[in-house]
């Protein structure tokens, strides 16, 4: 079955980074037609994507977060990652890696969309 294990969470100081790691088993990088993201929740709010990337490379990234996080996928390593430069306090959110399933045309809007989820990993951006 597909697993999404997430890695890479911390505690960084405002305007640090890091760096999210999602690990993919038992699904295929090497076929077209399906997209990965990353979703962030933060306590009392609702759960929000903050980037996206579709098997062809497009990417799609969340207002709050453009010109500050990447997002980038090796294929041979099933994993996605999430690049998170000049990170703020309102960064501070479990993040979650989502998948999708069967073949599909572009990235879906919300989260509804992605049926394989991982645990998450919490990023914390302290002052």
């Known amino acids: 079955q597909v697993q999404l294990v997430e890695s890479g969470g911390g505690s960084v100081q405002v305007g640090g980074s890091l760096r999210l790691t999602c690990a993919a088993s038992?699904?295929?990088?090497?076929?077209?037609?399906?997209?990965l993201a990353w979703f962030r929740q933060a306590p009392g709010k609702e759960r929000e994507a903050v980037a996206s990337i579709y098997s062809d490379g497009t990417t799609d990234y969340a207002q709050s977060v453009k010109g500050r996080f990447t997002i980038s996928k090796d294929n041979a390593a099933n994993s996605v990652y999430l690049e998170m430069n000049n990170l703020r306090p309102e960064d501070t959110a479990m993040y979650y890696c989502a998948g999708t399933s069967g073949v599909i045309q572009y990235c879906p809007v919300g989260s509804s969309g992605f049926r394989f989820w991982g645990q998450g990993t919490q990023v914390t951006v302290y002052s």
């Open positions: 038992a699904y295929s990088f090497a076929i077209s037609g399906y997209c």
